[in-house]
């Protein structure tokens, strides 16, 4: 992967002093910043509906067993396949990422690496997502190869509506159907109440990341719900908020969980209020630090659910 001298003066703006930042080989900064490894929460908030589906499901079959290894395929598939969709949006906002104070940085715009590199990288990383996912039975495998072609379509979301955080809840929620799926070989009804409230809490936190950007989004005429709600982005959150643990909530219930894990949706949906409690829409720093902190309401509700399945593979 030559062609393109590689410098380590351009850091991406909104993530300095990591663990690529001073310990990665000086050739692989680009590409770790492409696939996100700068940057691991996206991959976390994509992994929690997979843990969470997959301690759901195993509640449901009274079997521990498989917990631990599943989470394990899912831990590597979503840090590889978030860093291979992030390779593809910045392959396809290239020219949208310069005119933004925060993405001007990222490796492509500011000629680290070039786009067909950036491809390559990204088939790469398809590979890998691909060996982690015929781990799972043919009914798994068919349902995560689903997934790529909203995959695919997201980056362009935003250029047409101002609910690209809708196609992004499709997206990241996926994971919701694949604990099911790779321990029963289908779909039941608890995993399709899961995945409709993840859809609502990742358009909710999504809006929250995307304020940050809603002043250069604005210029250059992209959309966001961020810019859509604009003032009313808390009654607008408390809404989507609310709607992701009824719609959970309703999931347990389908899945005949037990008071353990409605205590994990209890503790993740007070994390939720405190964040709504304590946005500023105009702080951007904020904005950033509410976001991430969703990695902690989802491990609050995936104890919970982990909690739930030891007790009744117990009884």
């Given at each position: 992967m030559n062609g393109v001298p590689i410098s380590d003066t351009a850091r991406v703006a909104d993530s300095t002093g990591n663990?690529?930042?001073?310990?990665?080989?000086?050739?692989?900064?680009?590409?770790?910043?492409?696939?996100?490894?700068?940057?691991?929460?996206?991959s976390w908030l994509l992994l929690m509906p997979c843990w969470w589906s997959a301690a759901l499901a195993a509640g449901v079959a009274h079997d521990l067993s498989r917990l631990p290894w599943f989470c394990a395929l899912f831990f590597v598939g979503s840090f590889?396949?978030?860093?291979?969709?992030?390779?593809?949006?910045?392959?396809?906002?290239?020219?949208?990422?310069?005119?933004?104070?925060?993405?001007?940085?990222?490796?492509?715009?500011?000629g680290q690496v070039t786009a067909k590199q950036?491809?390559?990288?990204?088939?790469?990383?398809?590979?890998?997502?691909?060996?982690?996912?015929v781990q799972f039975n043919?009914?798994?495998?068919?349902?995560?190869?689903?997934?790529?072609?909203?995959v695919a379509a997201y980056p362009f979301m935003k250029r047409i509506t101002y609910w690209p955080q809708s196609v992004l809840g499709l997206c990241f929620s996926w994971g919701a159907l694949m604990g099911f799926a790779a321990t029963f070989g289908?779909?039941?009804?608890?995993?399709?109440?899961?995945?409709?409230?993840?859809?609502?809490?990742?358009?909710?936190?999504?809006?929250i990341y995307?304020?940050?950007?809603?002043?250069?989004?604005?210029m250059?005429?992209?959309?966001?719900?961020?810019?859509?709600?604009?003032?009313?982005?808390?009654?607008?959150?408390?809404?989507?908020?609310?709607?992701?643990?009824?719609l959970i909530g309703v999931a347990l219930m389908l899945a005949g969980s037990g008071w353990f894990a409605f205590i994990g949706l209890a503790a993740f949906a007070a994390h939720l209020v405190q964040q709504v409690v304590r946005l500023d829409i105009h702080d951007s720093p904020l904005c950033l630090k509410l976001f991430k902190s969703n990695r902690d309401a989802g491990l609050l509700l995936f104890a919970g659910l982990v909690a739930d399945a030891a007790v009744r593979a117990g009884a």
């Open positions: 663990w690529v930042d001073r310990h990665a080989p000086l050739w692989t900064r680009p590409y770790l910043r492409l696939a996100r490894f700068d940057r691991p929460i996206g590889v396949m978030r860093g291979a969709g992030c390779t593809w949006n910045d392959i396809t906002d290239r020219h949208l990422d310069d005119k933004v104070e925060r993405t001007r940085s990222r490796p492509i715009p500011a950036a491809a390559i990288f990204m088939v790469g990383l398809c590979l890998i997502g691909l060996v982690v996912l043919g009914f798994a495998i068919a349902t995560g190869i689903a997934s790529l072609l909203i289908r779909l039941e009804p608890a995993a399709i109440m899961l995945y409709a409230g993840s859809i609502c809490w990742v358009i909710a936190y999504d809006t995307a304020h940050q950007d809603a002043e250069d989004d604005l250059i005429g992209i959309k966001s719900t961020a810019l859509l709600f604009g003032e009313r982005t808390k009654p607008a959150l408390l809404l989507f908020f609310g709607l992701a643990v009824l």
